[in-house]
């Protein structure tokens, strides 16, 4: 799964992940491969990639989580 | 022209060079650097675009305030120039289109406020009389979002409160290092319809960070909590990034242009140069000439003596 997580100015990171999980607006959701086509906003806490080498953590303030064609979107 | 005087007005021509020749090479710097940085803000903005495209369906009836369409009574306009001059057609350019929109609106001079970015265009609309509503100079090369906040979030406000029923941009579109077109056009109200060109625009159609990549998205979304608050959230980041996008492209365009005018000032100077050599090539050959025959001029009258 390709995943994306970017500011307006910097990309904080672009690659393959096995799992990645946010926090929405909602509750908290764990994106895996090939989740259908999802939309959510985000709120205050942690977002979490796992990849092959390992977690990368990012502080989230708020933005959009946007899954769609096996791709994971985090807009800050 | 005395021989002194040729000499003199060469070494000023070379100066000039020297200088012109310095600007060149740090405009090419930061030409680059503001180019790699324009380009670093598409791919959010294309993401951000989509999923709100995807989304239109909902976003017609959900009416946003800064979506919404009203009859124009006040405006604003923003005009992104540079602070300095040196850089050829380009801020005139930049005026002139502002100057071309704001006509277009048929409005009193004042119902018009100018948020100015760049001292240039805030100096030249503040002699005409209107109101200068912000003014923004020095506004370094590496300019975050957060800077531009401020203003996007100003602006924003005024026209949910009526205050502006249309906010124009005005700005340099960067092409290529010798190409930069002066554009302008609507940022609120938003539509869809009006960014997507600016979107997909925001990368230069020739040279090195030409790249074009278009991914197709599903054609329905689970959307959480609601497709009203995620546009709700989209649309003021969208706002924004027209802002910061606008700036960015005036920067990479402002320094390519002072590149290219410093170059062509340099070659200028460098034929000018050449030909002033060459006039005081000819004064001192005359000057030895005529020397050498006033020499073999006074041992003739004094043989003949």
């Known amino acids: 799964m390709q995943v994306t997580i970017a500011k307006v100015h910097e990309n904080l990171f672009s690659g393959d992940a096995l799992s990645l999980s946010a926090i929405t607006t909602e509750g908290e959701v764990t994106i895996l491969p090939k989740h259908e086509p999802f939309v959510a906003n985000l709120g205050k806490g942690v977002v979490t990639v796992r990849t092959a080498n390992g977690e990368e953590k990012f502080e989230v303030v708020d933005g959009v989580l946007e899954v769609s064609n096996n791709q994971a979107t985090v807009l800050l | ?305």
Do not use: W
């Not at chain 2, 993401?47 to 009574?73: C, D, G, Y």
């Not at chain 2, 054609?219 to 924004?240: G, K, N």
């Open chain 2, 1 to 305: 022209m005395a021989l002194k005087d040729i000499k003199l007005k060469i070494k000023s021509v070379d100066r000039t060079r020297k200088v012109t020749k310095a600007m060149e090479s740090v405009s090419a710097v930061k030409m680059r650097k503001s180019q790699l940085r324009a380009l670093s803000g598409r791919p959010y903005a294309a993401a951000a675009l989509s999923i709100l495209e995807r989304m239109s369906v909902s976003l017609e009836s959900i009416k946003h305030p800064l979506t919404t369409v009203r009859t124009v009574k006040n405006a604003a306009v923003v005009v992104v120039t540079s602070d300095k001059g040196l850089c050829g057609v380009l801020n005139a350019a930049v005026i002139k289109e502002a100057e071309r929109a704001i006509a277009s609106l048929e409005l009193p001079r004042d119902a018009i406020s100018i948020y100015a970015f760049g001292r240039k265009g805030a100096e030249y609309f503040d002699r005409r009389g209107y109101t200068i509503e912000g003014k923004f100079e020095n506004v370094s090369d590496d300019v975050s979002v957060a800077d531009l906040a401020l203003v996007a979030n100003a602006i924003a406000t005024a026209f949910v409160e009526r205050r502006y029923d249309r906010v124009l941009v005005a700005y340099t579109n960067f092409r290529s290092t010798f190409e930069q077109n002066a554009v302008s056009h609507a940022v609120l109200p938003l539509s869809l319809e009006s960014i997507a060109p600016v979107v997909s625009g925001i990368a230069p159609e020739k040279g090195k960070f030409a790249v074009v990549e278009k991914s197709k998205g599903p054609s329905f979304y689970t959307v959480e909590p609601s497709p009203e608050s995620v546009v709700d959230r989209l649309i003021p980041r969208l706002v924004s990034i027209l802002f910061y996008h606008a700036l960015l492209e005036s920067k990479a365009s402002e320094h390519s242009a002072r590149m290219v005018a410093m170059k062509n000032a340099s070659d200028k100077s460098r034929d000018l140069s050449k030909s002033l050599t060459r006039t005081f090539n000819k004064a001192r050959q005359a000057m030895i000439t005529r020397e050498v025959s006033e020499i073999v001029g006074g041992i003739e009258a004094m043989a003949s003596a």
